[in-house]
C-alpha cells in the first residue's frame, strides 16, 4: 500500500469484530512502529500487548471510575461524565487487542517518541486491513501504580499511547478536518 493511502484511509474504529490478533501480527505491527524517529535515538518505548477478554474489560472499569473521579471541568466534561458513567460503555470498544506504548523511563521527550511509534502502528495495521483507536480515556488510570500493576508493567514504566486494534466490523466515514492554518513567513 502507497504511504498515501494509508494516511488517506486510516480512521479511529469503534466497532470490532471477536477475531484475535495473531502474535505475529501484533510483531510485524511493533516492527514498524519501533521505526518512527525519536529523540538522541534513545528508543525508549515499550510494548505492553493484553488481548485477554477479563483484563480489558476490568481496566475499563478501573479507568472509567478513576477518569470520573480525577476529571476537571472542561467543554466536553458533561458528555464524558455521561458516558464514563455508563456500566455498558467499554472504553476499549469491544477491541480484541490492547497495545500500550510506554516509555522506560521519564524523559523529556517520550510523549513525542510514544506518539510518533504510535503513527506507525496505526498507519501499518491500517495496510494490514486492521483498525485501531488511541484511547485517550485509559491514560489517567494506566499512568497510576494501581494502572501499571493492572497492565503487568514495570512501576518505573510511563504509558502513553494506548490503542486498541482488530478487525473492524466497519470502516466509519472520514472525519472532516479544519482548514489548515498556515502563517507563511518569507
Ligand atoms: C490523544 C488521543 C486520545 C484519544 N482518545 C480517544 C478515546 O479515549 N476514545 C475514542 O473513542 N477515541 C479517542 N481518540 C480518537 C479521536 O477521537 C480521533 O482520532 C478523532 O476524532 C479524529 O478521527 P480519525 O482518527 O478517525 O481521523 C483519541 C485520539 C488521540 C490522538
Known amino acids: 500500500m502507497k504511504i498515501e493511502d494509508a494516511i488517506l484511509g486510516r480512521r479511529s474504529v469503534r466497532e470490532y469484530t471477536d477475531e484475535a490478533v495473531d502474535e505475529q501480527t501484533m510483531r510485524r505491527l511493533i516492527g514498524a512502529a519501533i521505526l518512527a524517529p525519536n529523540a538522541v535515538n534513545q528508543q525508549p518505548c515499550t510494548f505492553t500487548v493484553v488481548r485477554e477478554r477479563s483484563r480489558l474489560d476490568r481496566i475499563s472499569r478501573q479507568a472509567k471510575a478513576h477518569m470520573l473521579a480525577t476529571m ?7 458528555h464524558f461524565r455521561t458516558l464514563l458513567g455508563d456500566p455498558g460503555y467499554d472504553i476499549f470498544h469491544g477491541a480484541p487487542a490492547l497495545v500500550v506504548i510506554s516509555a522506560t523511563a521519564p524523559g523529556p521527550w517520550i ?3 510514544c506518539a510518533l511509534v504510535a503513527e506507525n502502528l496505526m498507519l501499518a495495521a491500517f495496510a494490514e486491513g486492521l483498525g485501531t483507536c488511541w484511547i485517550g480515556f485509559a491514560q489517567g488510570f494506566l499512568n497510576t501504580l494501581e494502572g501499571k500493576a493492572a497492565l503487568g508493567a514495570p512501576a518505573a514504566w510511563a504509558p502513553v499511547a494506548p490503542i486498541i486494534v482488530g478487525r473492524p466490523k466497519a470502516w466509519p466515514a472520514a472525519t472532516a478536518r ?5 502563517l507563511w513567513v518569507d
Open 72 to 78: 476537571a471541568a472542561s467543554a466536553h466534561s458533561e
Open 111 to 113: 510523549v513525542e517518541d
Open 178 to 182: 479544519k482548514t489548515p492554518e498556515i
